[in-house]
């Protein structure tokens, strides 16, 4: 009776300590927002992410300087973001044991404006599915003829020529080229279309090194910009294919 007491107890502790090594510290995630007023028209928030992982503490900064209305449409997306990386988390977990694990698609419609007094005008979609994702566009009121299509870095379409939304998305630090040459390319470099003798034009991309809100910054397009040019990519002209005007503009929000 002693013994089987005794190899019980044993048996407790061997449990116990399993368990308790076994059992993983969950990760504490915090998020502290600063706004400050730069001058009467601009403000700067600061976003400070602290993660703590049982000894390890990690810290993220990201500031976003503009006009009240853009930091907070920004703050509103960051959120967004959060929670959705969040709901997938979860989502994970919930789905853990089950072997037919469903794969979410996302997508996202944008319209696209003319700039740089064009009428080039359209919608954009950009869909997620199975680890690629896919753009179609449709623009109509083009000249006739070959127009570049890129993907640009800021999701600001305010300016006239469309110049707001930067240069090239090039977040890999490469030179501008054709997709997928060997001496490199941005990841927005989509490349050109025709439009017809009507104006109208359509492209459809696919890839797997885009994603829609994912935590990799090589491969989100969410705060990016659609930009159609009057002229055609020369794909080799530095740092962006020679392509002329910037005719339409699309930023790259989630509604
Ligand atoms: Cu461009
Ligand atoms: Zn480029």
């Given at each position: 009776m002693k013994t089987k007491q005794f190899i019980a107890l044993l048996t407790c502790i061997a449990l116990f300590i399993s368990c308790e090594s076994g059992s993983k510290k969950p990760a504490h995630k915090e998020i502290k927002i600063e706004k400050k007023k730069v001058n009467d028209t601009l403000v700067k928030a600061t976003v400070t992410t602290v993660i703590t992982k049982g000894e390890e503490v990690t810290e993220d900064v990201q500031s976003i300087e503009g006009t009240p209305g853009e930091v907070n449409a920004q703050l509103e997306r960051y959120k967004k973001e959060m929670l959705q990386a969040h709901g997938e988390k979860e989502a994970l977990h919930a789905h853990h044991?089950?072997?037919t694990k469903k794969q979410e698609v996302k997508k996202i419609k944008i319209g696209l404006n003319a700039k740089s007094d064009s009428t080039a005008e359209g919608m954009v979609s950009f869909t997620e599915e199975n680890g690629k994702v896919t753009l179609e566009a449709h623009i109509n009121g083009l000249t006739e003829g070959i127009h570049a299509i890129h993907i640009h870095?800021?999701?600001?379409?305010?300016?006239e020529d469309g110049k707001?939304?930067?240069?090239?998305?090039?977040p890999t630090f490469e030179p501008h080229?054709?997709?997928?040459a060997e001496s490199g390319y941005h990841r927005g470099d989509i490349g050109n279309f025709s439009a017809d003798a009507s104006g109208h034009g359509m492209i459809t991309f696919s890839t797997d090194q885009w994603c829609l809100g994912c935590a990799d910054e090589t491969k989100n397009l969410i705060g990016k910009a659609v930009i159609v040019h009057q002229g055609e990519d020369d794909?080799?002209?530095?740092?962006?294919?020679?392509?002329?005007?910037?005719?339409s503009c699309a930023g790259i929000i989630v509604e």
């Amino acid at each position: 009776m002693k013994t089987k007491q005794f190899i019980a107890l044993l048996t407790c502790i061997a449990l116990f300590i399993s368990c308790e090594s076994g059992s993983k510290k969950p990760a504490h995630k915090e998020i502290k927002i600063e706004k400050k007023k730069v001058n009467d028209t601009l403000v700067k928030a600061t976003v400070t992410t602290v993660i703590t992982k049982g000894e390890e503490v990690t810290e993220d900064v990201q500031s976003i300087e503009g006009t009240p209305g853009e930091v907070n449409a920004q703050l509103e997306r960051y959120k967004k973001e959060m929670l959705q990386a969040h709901g997938e988390k979860e989502a994970l977990h919930a789905h853990h044991d089950n072997a037919t694990k469903k794969q979410e698609v996302k997508k996202i419609k944008i319209g696209l404006n003319a700039k740089s007094d064009s009428t080039a005008e359209g919608m954009v979609s950009f869909t997620e599915e199975n680890g690629k994702v896919t753009l179609e566009a449709h623009i109509n009121g083009l000249t006739e003829g070959i127009h570049a299509i890129h993907i640009h870095e800021k999701a600001d379409c305010s300016s006239e020529d469309g110049k707001s939304s930067g240069g090239h998305w090039n977040p890999t630090f490469e030179p501008h080229g054709s997709w997928g040459a060997e001496s490199g390319y941005h990841r927005g470099d989509i490349g050109n279309f025709s439009a017809d003798a009507s104006g109208h034009g359509m492209i459809t991309f696919s890839t797997d090194q885009w994603c829609l809100g994912c935590a990799d910054e090589t491969k989100n397009l969410i705060g990016k910009a659609v930009i159609v040019h009057q002229g055609e990519d020369d794909l080799t002209s530095q740092p962006s294919g020679a392509a002329g005007a910037r005719v339409s503009c699309a930023g790259i929000i989630v509604e």
